[in-house]
């Protein structure tokens, strides 16, 4: 069982150029959602999608695209990247509604993070 | 819109030592989640113990407890017999009890050092 699987790990680019980060879940999650990390920040929720075809912005999402063609992936797109969107990225799911129910189990699992440098 | 706060930026203790992490939040639902996070040198956000706020009890896990005051809106982590591998950066999250679509809510983070 993979989990939250992100790639790439590290990427760098150049101001202008666009990139797909990925993120597959092997858990049949519904829930999926995108973080930005920031040195100081703490994390912050970018876009976040609750099912297929369905998806909304967080507290960040200028910059960013998001589709969810399938359950199991969830892609954040940068189109024109910036300098401000150095940072690490971190992809996070779980079974439904984070925090539906009083069970613990809709508590979110996160990937391993991607670290973006945009020169 | 709900907000964290960490004061620690960074603390460091003794191995064997205990040590309290603070969190206070601002809210104005009566229910929701409030969750501890641990982020090691390796990057994963790992859920170290969660908290719902109708409840009473403090959560525990194992040697992590914390020390829920829901009217003083605080949520403190204590750590026993703390070790090496708990070296991490901690973080305090903060999620709505209604779906929580909106995601958790951060606080800044607090860089805790054990030292040997």
């Known amino acids: 069982n993979a989990g939250v699987t992100q790639t790439p790990k590290f990427q760098v680019l150049k101001t202008g150029q666009s990139m797909t980060l990925q993120c597959a879940q092997d858990m049949n999650h519904e829930y999926m959602s995108w973080y930005r990390q920031d040195p100081g920040m703490g994390l912050r929720l970018i876009h976040y999608s609750v099912g297929a075809g369905i998806t909304d912005q967080g507290e960040v999402p200028n910059g960013y695209n998001v589709s969810r063609s399938t359950t199991e992936d969830f892609p954040l797109r940068l189109l024109s990247a910036a300098p401000s969107q150095t940072s690490v990225y971190f992809c996070a799911s779980s079974y439904s509604m984070p925090g539906q129910g009083s069970s613990g189990a809709n508590v979110l699992t996160f990937g391993a993070g991607s670290r973006l440098t945009v020169l | 819109a709900q907000t964290v706060t960490q004061s620690q930026p960074e603390m460091s203790v003794q191995e064997a030592e205990t040590v309290t992490l603070s969190c206070t939040y601002d809210?104005?639902?009566?229910?929701?989640?409030l969750f501890w996070y641990k982020q090691p040198p390796s990057r994963q956000m790992i859920l170290v113990i969660r908290q719902e706020a109708y409840k009473q009890q403090n959560a525990t896990e194992n040697r992590f407890s914390v020390n829920f005051q829901k009217a003083a809106k605080s949520f403190s982590l204590k750590i026993s017999d703390s070790q090496l591998g708990d070296t991490a950066m901690y973080f305090c999250a903060f999620m709505d009890w209604g779906g929580g679509a909106d995601g958790l809510t951060f606080g800044k983070g607090t860089h805790l050092i054990i030292q040997p």
């Open positions: 809210t104005s639902e009566n229910n929701y989640y």
